[in-house]
């Protein structure tokens, strides 16, 4: 099995940061694509951020300029940077992960559980 464990949210001041975790853990081969999503009350999931096994980013243009992706492949870890925050980002963020489990399986999508930002005064 696979889990995608999030950690890093909480309420934070307008203007504020928070950096968010996500550790992938059990049997992975490889893995492609890990990225960040969030839906706020009320709308639709939205992609944040992704970042390729090779390092390509991509952004939503709502965070561009604010927050960041990174990773860490030794630890299947990816990480997201948030600056800047308005509450307008109030949202649950998900962490998910494009990956294989072994060589002869096909790649398959695996989300974490969601962990809560709120951006308030």
């Known amino acids: 099995q696979v889990q995608l464990v999030e950690s890093g949210g909480g309420l934070v001041q307008p203007g504020g940061s928070l950096r968010l975790s996500c550790a992938a853990s059990?049997?992975?081969?490889?893995?492609?694509?890990m990225g960040w999503h969030r839906q706020a009350p009320g709308k639709q999931r939205e992609l944040v951020a992704a970042?390729?096994?090779?390092?390509?980013?991509n952004y939503a243009d709502s965070v561009k300029g604010r927050f960041t992706i990174s990773k860490d492949n030794a630890k299947n870890t990816v990480y997201l940077e948030m600056n800047s925050l308005s509450p307008e980002d109030t949202a649950v963020y998900y962490c998910?992960?494009?990956?294989?489990?072994?060589?002869?399986?096909?790649?398959?999508?695996?989300w974490g559980q969601g962990t809560q930002v709120t951006v308030s005064s």
């Open positions: 059990g049997s992975i081969f490889r893995i492609s694509t």
């Open positions: 970042i390729s096994s090779g390092g390509n980013t």
């Open positions: 998910n992960a494009d990956l294989q489990r072994t060589y002869y399986r096909p790649r398959e999508d695996y």
